[in-house]
């Protein structure tokens, strides 16, 4: 792939607050991240409406929505496509498409419209050398204060894994429940590690006397979390 010359462009990282807008999208107009206020959002770009990759995504998350509100988190999308090609292609999904079981898929989370590219490029959406017409695929994990927790990016030719986006947004509502942090591949039920990633002290300092943690060394030890006090605690399920 030929480069074309590299230009500094800013873009929002992890840890810093939400950079605000206000957007007209198929739900009406929006006030971000302000809106969401105590509740966690993922802000996701896609490249364009009418586009397969595009379509078998918002059908996956459409389908796995009230998954992500029962964990108090709102999902909004953004394309650089206008509000009546958004409408259109939205119709044509419920009314047309049926795809690996899903049909009749309603999107009912907001899409925004950004003909201007004006959002898409405060969040470093648009990356000149993949396409500088178009936004990638990126995900923004936003929490209840505002601030940005998690960012992903894919390319143009890579549908996301929704599975994924969900296990790490219940991975983060964990860690920060619990003061802990999470083990590559980890699901709810596994171990966690403590103390939590960044944190100082030894774990064994901390934690001495707590017979459950186990210790692989002096910096890596891990105590379980059952399922059901996940669930409880970030589901708030009985
Ligand atoms: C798609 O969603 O299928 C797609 C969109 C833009 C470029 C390539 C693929």
């Given at each position: 792939m030929e480069q074309t010359t590299q230009s500094v462009i800013s873009m929002p990282r992890i840890g810093d607050k939400a950079p605000s807008f206000k957007a007209v999208t198929t739900q009406g107009d929006i006030n971000f991240p302000g809106d969401y206020s105590g509740k966690w959002v993922i802000l996701f770009s896609h490249p364009a409406d009418f586009t397969p990759v595009c379509t078998s995504e918002f059908m996956t998350f459409a389908t796995m929505e009230k998954q992500f509100e029962e964990a108090n988190c709102k999902l909004v999308g953004l394309s650089v496509d206008g509000l009546y090609s958004h409408i259109a292609w939205l119709r044509t999904i419920k009314e047309k498409i049926e795809y690996k079981g899903m049909k009749n898929v309603e999107v009912n989370f907001p899409l925004i419209e950004d003909i201007s590219m004006n959002v898409a490029k405060m969040y470093g959406m648009i990356q000149p050398n993949e396409d500088s017409t178009k936004a990638v695929r990126a995900v923004f994990f936003v929490d209840?204060?505002?601030?940005?927790?998690t960012i992903i990016y894919y390319p143009l030719s890579l549908g996301r894994n929704f599975d994924e986006l969900y296990r790490v947004l219940i991975a983060l509502q964990t860690a920060d429940e619990f003061n802990i942090a999470t083990p590559a591949d980890w699901r709810p039920g596994d171990d966690v590690i403590i103390p939590p990633a960044g944190s100082c002290g030894t774990a064994k300092n901390r934690m001495d006397g707590k017979e459950d943690m186990k210790c692989y060394d002096w910096f890596f030890c891990t105590r379980p979390i059952s399922k059901e006090e996940v669930l409880k605690k970030v589901l708030k399920k009985k």
């Open positions: 209840p204060k505002g601030i940005i927790r």
